[in-house]
Nanobody, 114 residues
Framework: QVQLVESGGGLVQAGGSLRLSCAAS????????MRWYRQAPGKQRELVAS???????NYADSVKGRFTISRDNAKNTVYLQMNSLKPEDTAVYYC????????WGQGTQVTVSS
């Protein structure tokens, strides 16, 4: 059974940093396209960043230069390093894995105060 468990969310002041982690179980991680999404209150879920099995990354324009996605295949974990956080980054952040099917984590809250 595939499980994705996010951690690392919290409350931070504008300009601060957080690192989110998503640990995957179920044997799919190495071959998976991994993504981070976020959903703010009253808004649609949006793609923040993605990383292929080979390590190619892609970012939403709103986070380019501030966020970095990475993966550690030995730990079956994908990370999202978030720097220079802004109040508009406040959202629930979800980890997503694509490997034949789509799998979602439960989400972790990130709140950026002004």
């Amino acid at each position: 059974q595939v499980q994705l468990v996010e951690s690392g969310g919290g409350l931070v002041q504008a300009g601060g940093s957080l690192r989110l982690s998503c640990a995957a179980s179920g044997g799919i991680f190495r071959g998976s396209l991994m993504r981070w999404y976020r959903q703010a209150p009253g808004k649609q879920r949006e793609l923040v960043a993605s990383i292929t099995a080979g390590g190619r990354t892609n970012y939403a324009d709103s986070v380019k230069g501030r966020f970095t996605i990475s993966r550690d295949n030995a730990k079956n974990t994908v990370y999202l390093q978030m720097n220079s956080l802004k109040p508009e980054d406040t959202a629930v952040y979800y980890c997503n894995a694509e490997y034949a099917y789509i799998y979602w984590g439960q989400g972790t809250q990130v709140t950026v105060s002004s």
